[in-house]
């Protein structure tokens, strides 16, 4: 397992890592500590062992601030002076130890590729330019999905112009897109994308299953423990021998694609049009005829179905929240529900307990810590839950 050493850190130009002066079987030892103590009321879970990370290039995504100018540019992170919320600086991270050597090389290429195509960096402080994101998605292929987010399509004419000599040099870039944010505002990314290259999915393959990723789709950005996790969420499905489940917050549909093969009948459920896009691709792909997917709110879907007696209603249901977690009313929904077991799988441990707070009719049996984010204090917890009447 490779060891974390970052110059960044050590310099204090980037503390994101605050965790890495901590010796790593510490940091997985406190994670799991810290969930347990948070379901300590729940005295029979069986904790299963914790998956650990590899400490150094395992971030399969990078979401870079674009500063500088278009001949220096500089892919990293800002810094903001004391006392001057305006006034920034941009630290260079494209060799930061999270990303592999070729992941590292990409950024630097990247950073020639503004320069070339002559697209000028975004000005927080003047409000001028256009590129104010890089964000890069690695495949376990080594195959790049690469979005520049502008601020217009000043310079979308130009890219395109650039962009063939480009992917020639570096093929393993096989989906390039712009994302169009216009507002002065801390958001990512806009609505409208425009895909400049052929191909519109990068293929994440994951526990056998090639999942199609479209420019705004979610994934993990640990791929390696991704596959983890949906292998113990199979594990016990297979346990439950349910005939039909709902797989929530589906994302790219990791889940219901590998629980598929274990039910009569699937419905993945997730609010991006663009993640229900890229399910429905991998699962014509495979030819997988018992899953459906549909772009709704899971809220919103499970009020469809409230109080419904449908003998056909799901036995087991899966849920993968974003942190807030699922809420209340889903909470509810869940324990009033038809499913004998729910599988919930949590980025947030505190919101995940709270949640479980409203499920008194679905007992936690089983858990496990999956380490997403190494050198952080976050981490992934999905647990087992069974119907206790």
């Given at each position: 397992m490779d060891v974390m050493h970052c110059h960044h850190f050590d310099a204090n130009r980037c503390q994101s890592c605050a965790l890495l002066r901590t010796e790593y079987e510490q940091q997985l030892a406190d994670k799991e500590a810290h969930a347990r103590s948070l379901l300590r009321e729940y005295r029979d879970i069986d904790w299963l062992p914790a998956v650990a990370s590899a400490e150094a290039g395992f971030r399969n995504k990078a979401k870079m601030v674009v500063t500088g100018t278009m001949?220096?540019?500089?892919?990293?992170?800002?810094?903001?002076?004391?006392?001057?919320?305006?006034?920034?600086?941009?630290?260079?991270?494209?060799?930061?130890?999270?990303?592999?050597?070729?992941?590292?090389?990409?950024l630097t290429h990247l950073a020639a590729f503004i320069t070339t195509a002559q697209v000028e960096p975004y000005n927080l402080a003047?409000?001028?330019?256009e590129l104010k994101y890089v964000l890069v998605t690695q495949s376990p292929d080594d195959e790049?999905?690469?979005?520049f987010v502008l601020r217009s399509q000043e310079s979308v004419t130009r890219l395109r112009k650039h962009l063939p000599a480009f992917l020639a040099a570096h093929p393993q870039v096989v989906v390039f897109s712009v994302n169009l944010q216009p507002e002065h505002k801390a958001i990512l990314e806009g609505e409208r994308e425009i895909?400049?290259?052929e191909r519109e999915t990068l293929?994440?393959?994951?526990?056998?299953?090639?999942?199609?990723?479209r420019p705004q789709s979610f994934f993990q950005t640990n791929t390696p423990i991704a596959a983890a996790l949906y292998a113990q969420a199979r594990e016990w499905a297979q346990r439950s021998a349910p005939t039909h489940a709902w797989d929530l917050f589906c994302g790219v549909g990791g889940f219901?694609?590998?629980?598929?093969?274990?039910?009569?009948?699937?419905t993945g459920i997730e609010i991006s049009a663009d993640a229900i896009a890229s399910a429905r691709q991998t699962a014509r792909d495979l030819g997988i005829t018992n899953l459906e997917f549909d772009a709704l709110d899971a809220t919103a879907f499970s009020r469809t179905h409230a109080g419904s007696k449908d003998v056909d209603g799901p036995q087991l249901i899966v849920v993968n929240p974003p942190r807030r977690g699922i809420g209340q009313e889903l909470a509810r929904f869940l324990n009033a529900s038809p499913a004998h077991t729910v599988i919930y799988s949590s980025c947030n441990a505190e919101t995940l307990v709270r949640d479980l707070a409203h499920m008194p009719g679905l007992r936690p049996v089983a858990a496990r810590v999956l380490d997403m984010f190494p050198h952080t204090s976050h981490y992934e917890v999905i647990v087992l839950l069974e119907r206790t009447e």
């Open positions: 001949h220096e540019p500089v892919l990293g992170i800002l810094e903001t002076r004391p006392g001057n919320a305006t006034q920034t600086t941009g630290i260079d991270l494209h060799d930061c130890p999270l990303y592999n050597q070729p992941m590292q090389d990409l003047t409000r001028r330019g790049y999905l690469v979005r895909i400049l290259t293929t994440m393959r994951v526990g056998g299953i090639p999942l199609n990723l219901a694609l590998h629980l598929a093969p274990l039910v009569e009948k699937m």
